[in-house]
């Protein structure tokens, strides 16, 4: 990896499958950046922890992510994937940063609000200090752009603030970095409450697609997604977030834009319309559920590319954690 490409971060929290949402939304993107930067994809299982795991589900489900991130196109011979605790130094310097990072600021994080309102019996101080972790994740290898979910924007912009107070109190130590955000796609919301992005958390039958679900259920599920009273196909976010929803998934599957798909439909109601939909995303997911089983059949390939991930991650980590640890007044080892 020459040293002369931009660098990309990112993480997913290995706490559940991967969802249509996150495909389209992040990942569906990354294959294709591998030629233009340097890029790292962690799975973010000390993040994961700030919500309480079942042990044995947490170690499947980070198998089957990386299985799946490689299914999804990521080439490991020309990305680094790795596992967050692989490379102690993220929580080394999730630490230090954690020290230059405010309780005010901290509190002002709306997904430490949400989280906090919908967990009432535990919130931990590793949900409330999670954003100087996450801090350390980009920062530490000195990530040029950061592929993120309207969601976590605000996290890479504590980031960008615990970046810029570090390096004006002991001169030029981290890159700042961007956040990078796609365009359509960006935001792919729940087929039963259209008004809430598509998540792992909700509750609701047929409302999340994930990325091995079987093709009938996939069907089944777009067949009944929340539409609207009215009939007619067309991008309105505000007024009919369900179809526009649909339109968004759609146009992103079948690489349509939204007028050719308002005129495809028009008067054909919403029935035609939701099976068409349905067939894009089986179609798109077919190839991608077919290698990530046939990768998760074979641990020993999986165990290589993690490890040879972690190993590659940690040269670059230690090398600013190093840095770190000398302009802040540790005696050097
Ligand atoms: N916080 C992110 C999420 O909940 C996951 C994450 C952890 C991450 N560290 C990161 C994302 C660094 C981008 C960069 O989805």
């Not at 249509?20 to 799975?43: P, Q, R, T, V």
């Not at 990530?143 to 390096?167: M, S, T, W, Y």
Request: proline share 4%; with cysteine; glycine share 8%.
């Amino acid at each position: 990896m020459s040293d002369d490409k931009k660098i990309i971060l990112s993480g997913i929290q290995p706490s559940g499958k991967l969802t249509l949402g996150s495909y389209l939304g992040a990942i569906k993107n990354w294959a294709e950046l591998a030629d233009e930067y340097d890029c790292y994809y962690m799975l973010a299982d000390l993040h994961a922890i700030t919500a309480r795991q079942d042990p044995a589900e947490l170690r499947r489900t980070t198998l089957e992510q990386i299985a799946q991130y490689v299914a999804c196109g990521l080439d490991p011979e020309k990305n680094t994937i790795f596992i967050q605790s692989h490379v102690p130094a993220h929580a080394e310097l999730g630490w230090v940063l954690s020290c230059y990072t405010m309780f005010g600021e901290l509190s002002r994080m709306t997904q430490f609000k949400d989280k906090s309102a919908k967990n009432a019996e535990n919130i931990n101080a590793g949900l409330f200090t999670y954003p100087a972790l996450m801090a350390a994740d980009i920062l530490i290898y000195q990530a040029d752009l950061v592929p993120v979910g309207d969601d976590q924007k605000q996290h890479v912009e504590i980031c960008r603030d615990i970046a810029q107070r570090f390096n004006g109190i002991y001169g030029e130590t981290f890159k700042i970095p961007e956040p990078f955000i796609p365009k359509v796609g960006a935001r792919v919301m729940s087929l039963q409450e259209p008004e809430n992005k598509m998540s792992k958390s909700d509750k609701t039958a047929g409302g999340c697609i994930y990325l091995l679900d079987k093709p009938e259920d996939i069907l089944r599920a777009f067949k009944r997604a929340v539409t609207d009273s009215d009939t007619v196909v067309r991008y309105d976010p505000a007024n009919k977030p369900g179809v526009s929803n649909l339109m968004q998934i759609y146009a992103v599957c079948a690489g349509k834009t939204f007028a050719e798909i308002e005129n495809a439909f028009a008067g054909k109601g919403y029935g035609d319309f939701k099976t068409a939909v349905g067939e894009a995303v089986v179609e798109t997911l077919r190839p991608i559920r077919e290698k990530a089983l046939e990768l998760l059949g074979d641990k020993a390939y999986l165990e290589g590319i993690y490890k040879a991930g972690a190993e590659r991650a940690a040269r670059t980590a230690n090398r600013t954690l190093s840095k770190v640890y000398k302009k802040v007044g540790f005696v050097a080892k």
